[in-house]
């Protein structure tokens, strides 16, 4: 069954060469959907046009209403013409993990985790920083899955690159998400630390039967950790298959330079 | 081959200045600047009457000046009889807020407001007194101000335009003018001072804080967007972490920096200590104007020192709550 379905999605910044060239893409419910493409190929966009923290300029992202409205629960939602109040219903049950971690490096590793529950409270409440004892306990034991238990009440700038990336995926974690969306989780971490990272997304994706959209930089991790893969190239999806199908011919593809 | 080697490396080192593009010079535009700024300094250096002779020259009068300031004279700070105490009321009974006969509240009132304000240490106090409560009253106006005249918080370009507009214009006229204005709808005193610091500081933090808030890592806003987060959730959440060290340095350096304007409007009645010091200047009473100027110098001080104590225990201490 499909979680999403991204139909002809088109980007552009400007009058330039657009970034996203029609992009056709169907995401299974459970997966881990590996995205290999060079920089500047379009994958970082592709990502943040699902939950719109960038606006698409055509086509259609499809998700079933039922993930994040619990009335009707049959009909599709284009996630493009959802209004305000949806769009909230919706980020809140898609978790997105950054390249920069993007955790409050002034805020303890509890409180960076806490404001993953944002999408579930009110304004008035959330601003005065009250969580009740039950999101308290949810935190705490999301970081205990993380292994950063014993670090919760720490000052994040007191962690490690890879510890913050962990308090990210925390932080997500809050949020009850469907779906994960991560942006290049571990281009910013040695290789040793890279599959730590991994190895702990993919555990509680599988655990808690998250699908993930994954980008990497790297072929080698991705095929180590991608249930499928999806090749992008200057805008475009070149491959989407399992990682047995991509073969030499493929991989240079993807990897070429420009050269039209 | 290895001498083979390093006769290539010789001559590629040679060789990289033509490898490279050329170095783009200047311009006689560069010079052009620079000559307009010449001349725009040697203009301003005319109109400002500048004779470093003449300061030479005077240097010795400087000396029989800070002279007559010697030693200064703390008669009027420390003699109990210039703060003219009321009689009937016991200290602890001026000095605290004990419960007192009709009319010696009465009395007590009219020596608070009127009597303890004209000494040099009331003055004092009245000067500190403004530059807080104009500091604290300014935060709350720039607080929301900062957040809507920066691009990327506001919730519209045309109310970040607006607001940017009449900050500017406002930041634009002196403290003293600002004062002069309160003078006339206030009447005299620390008061219309106070308002003085209170308009001019709104503005000044409301322009920092903005600047703050829009040099903040966008990547965090990026990610409390993605939770699902509203408006004021981002701004707490993402924003004010970010800005929260910079909005405290900015407060607490315009309190000190109040505190200076404030002993100056003193000049236009608006209260505080610069009456009693230009009232001394002017009636040529140079060491009790030594008194007065070195009270004020301790104060500042104190309030500097105080400031970054404070400054250092907000910004290093681990999360608020």
Same mark, same amino acid.
């Given at each position: 069954?499909?979680?999403?379905?991204?139909?002809d999605?088109?980007k552009?910044f400007g009058p330039?060469? *657009?970034?996203?060239?029609g992009?056709?893409?169907?995401?299974n419910?459970?997966?881990?959907?590996?995205?290999?493409g060079?920089s500047?190929s379009?994958?970082?966009?592709?990502?943040?046009?699902i939950?719109?923290?960038?606006?698409?300029?055509?086509?259609?992202?499809?998700? *079933?209403?039922a993930l994040?409205?619990a009335?009707?629960?049959?009909a599709?939602?284009d996630?493009?013409h959802?209004?305000?109040?949806?769009l909230?219903?919706?980020r809140?049950?898609v978790?997105?993990?950054?390249?920069?971690f993007?955790v409050v490096?002034?805020?303890?590793?509890?409180?960076?985790?806490?404001s993953?529950?944002?999408g579930y409270q009110s304004s008035?409440?959330s601003c005065?920083?009250?969580?009740?004892s039950?999101?308290?306990?949810?935190?705490?034991?999301?970081?205990k899955?993380?292994?950063l238990?014993?670090h919760?009440y720490?000052?994040?700038?007191d962690?490690s690159g890879?510890e913050?990336q962990?308090?990210a995926i925390?932080?997500?974690?809050?949020?009850? *998400?469907t779906?994960?969306?991560a942006d290049e989780?571990?281009?910013n971490?040695? *290789?040793?630390?890279s599959?730590?990272i991994?190895?702990?997304?993919k555990a509680?994706?599988?655990?808690?039967?998250?699908?993930?959209?994954v980008s990497?930089h790297?072929m080698e991790?991705?095929?180590e950790y991608?249930?499928r893969i999806?090749?992008l190239s200057r805008g475009?999806?070149?491959?989407?298959?399992?990682a047995?199908d991509?073969?030499q011919?493929?991989v240079d593809?993807?990897?070429?330079?420009?050269?039209? | 081959?290895?001498?083979?080697?390093?006769?290539r490396a010789?001559?590629?080192?040679?060789?990289?200045?033509?490898?490279a593009?050329?170095?783009?010079?200047?311009?006689?535009?560069?010079?052009?600047?620079?000559i307009?700024l010449?001349?725009?300094l040697? #203009?301003?250096?005319e109109?400002?009457n500048?004779?470093?002779a003449?300061?030479?020259?005077g240097?010795?009068?400087i000396?029989?000046t800070?002279?007559?300031?010697?030693?200064?004279?703390?008669?009027?700070v420390?003699?109990s009889?210039s703060?003219y105490f009321p009689?009937n009321?016991?200290?602890?009974?001026?000095?605290?807020?004990?419960?007192?006969s009709a009319e010696r509240? &009465?009395?007590?009132?009219r #020596? #608070?407001?009127?009597t303890?304000?004209q000494?040099?240490v009331?003055?004092t106090l009245?000067t500190?007194?403004?530059?807080l409560a104009?500091?604290?009253?300014a935060?709350f106006v720039a607080?929301?101000?900062?957040?809507?005249?920066?691009?990327?918080?506001?919730?519209?370009?045309l109310?970040?335009?607006?607001?940017r507009?009449?900050?500017?214009?406002?930041?634009t006229i002196?403290?003293?003018a600002l004062g002069?204005?309160f003078?006339a709808? &206030?009447g005299?005193?620390a008061?219309?001072g106070?308002l003085?610091l209170?308009?001019h500081?709104?503005?000044?933090?409301?322009k920092l804080?903005s600047?703050?808030v829009?040099?903040i890592?966008? !990547?965090?806003v990026?990610?409390?967007?993605?939770t699902?987060? !509203?408006?004021?959730?981002?701004?707490?959440?993402?924003?004010?972490?970010q800005?929260?060290?910079?909005?405290?340095?900015?407060?607490?350096?315009?309190l000190?920096t109040n505190?200076?304007a404030a002993?100056?409007?003193?000049?236009?009645g608006? !209260?505080?200590?610069?009456?009693l010091?230009?009232?001394?200047?002017r009636?040529?009473?140079y060491?009790?104007?030594a008194?007065i100027v070195?009270?004020l110098? !301790?104060?500042?001080m104190a309030v500097?020192?105080?400031s970054?104590?404070?400054r250092r225990?907000i910004?290093l201490?681990?999360?608020?709550?």
């Amino acid at each position: 069954m499909n979680i999403l379905e991204v139909r002809d999605l088109h980007k552009s910044f400007g009058p330039v060469t *657009p970034v996203l060239r029609g992009i056709n893409l169907k995401v299974n419910q459970g997966e881990f959907l590996g995205i290999i493409g060079l920089s500047g190929s379009g994958k970082s966009t592709l990502l943040r046009c699902i939950n719109r923290l960038i606006e698409p300029t055509s086509g259609e992202i499809l998700v *079933p209403r039922a993930l994040f409205d619990a009335g009707d629960n049959t009909a599709l939602a284009d996630v493009r013409h959802l209004k305000r109040h949806d769009l909230r219903l919706f980020r809140r049950k898609v978790g997105m993990i950054f390249q920069q971690f993007n955790v409050v490096k002034r805020f303890t590793v509890i409180e960076n985790v806490l404001s993953g529950t944002l999408g579930y409270q009110s304004s008035l409440k959330s601003c005065l920083k009250l969580f009740t004892s039950e999101e308290k306990h949810q935190a705490l034991s999301n970081l205990k899955r993380v292994g950063l238990l014993a670090h919760a009440y720490k000052r994040t700038s007191d962690l490690s690159g890879g510890e913050e990336q962990r308090v990210a995926i925390a932080r997500t974690l809050m949020q009850r *998400p469907t779906i994960i969306l991560a942006d290049e989780p571990v281009s910013n971490l040695d *290789p040793k630390l890279s599959r730590v990272i991994l190895d702990i997304l993919k555990a509680v994706c599988r655990e808690d039967g998250i699908t993930a959209v994954v980008s990497l930089h790297t072929m080698e991790l991705t095929k180590e950790y991608a249930d499928r893969i999806v090749g992008l190239s200057r805008g475009q999806l070149i491959f989407d298959g399992p990682a047995s199908d991509l073969n030499q011919g493929i991989v240079d593809e993807i990897y070429r330079e420009d050269s039209d | 081959m290895a001498q083979h080697n390093q006769t290539r490396a010789q001559g590629s080192e040679r060789d990289i200045f033509l490898e490279a593009p050329p170095q783009p010079s200047r311009g006689s535009g560069y010079y052009v600047r620079l000559i307009c700024l010449l001349v725009v300094l040697w #203009w301003a250096f005319e109109g400002a009457n500048f004779r470093p002779a003449e300061l030479v020259q005077g240097i010795p009068q400087i000396a029989v000046t800070l002279g007559r300031m010697l030693p200064p004279d703390f008669s009027k700070v420390m003699d109990s009889a210039s703060y003219y105490f009321p009689e009937n009321i016991s200290a602890p009974k001026l000095l605290l807020p004990l419960p007192l006969s009709a009319e010696r509240s &009465v009395a007590k009132k009219r #020596w #608070w407001n009127n009597t303890f304000p004209q000494t040099i240490v009331g003055a004092t106090l009245e000067t500190i007194q403004m530059a807080l409560a104009g500091t604290f009253l300014a935060l709350f106006v720039a607080f929301p101000l900062g957040f809507l005249a920066a691009r990327n918080t506001t919730p519209h370009p045309l109310l970040y335009h607006a607001i940017r507009l009449v900050m500017n214009f406002i930041r634009t006229i002196p403290d003293l003018a600002l004062g002069l204005l309160f003078v006339a709808a &206030v009447g005299l005193g620390a008061f219309a001072g106070t308002l003085a610091l209170f308009i001019h500081t709104s503005t000044v933090l409301g322009k920092l804080l903005s600047e703050s808030v829009e040099n903040i890592d966008e !990547g965090v806003v990026e990610a409390i967007r993605a939770t699902g987060a !509203g408006y004021s959730q981002v701004i707490t959440f993402a924003v004010l972490p970010q800005v929260l060290p910079d909005l405290i340095s900015f407060t607490l350096y315009r309190l000190e920096t109040n505190i200076r304007a404030a002993s100056v409007l003193g000049l236009i009645g608006a !209260g505080g200590i610069g009456y009693l010091m230009n009232t001394s200047f002017r009636t040529f009473q140079y060491q009790e104007a030594a008194a007065i100027v070195l009270v004020l110098i !301790g104060l500042v001080m104190a309030v500097d020192y105080t400031s970054y104590r404070l400054r250092r225990l907000i910004v290093l201490s681990p999360g608020e709550s």
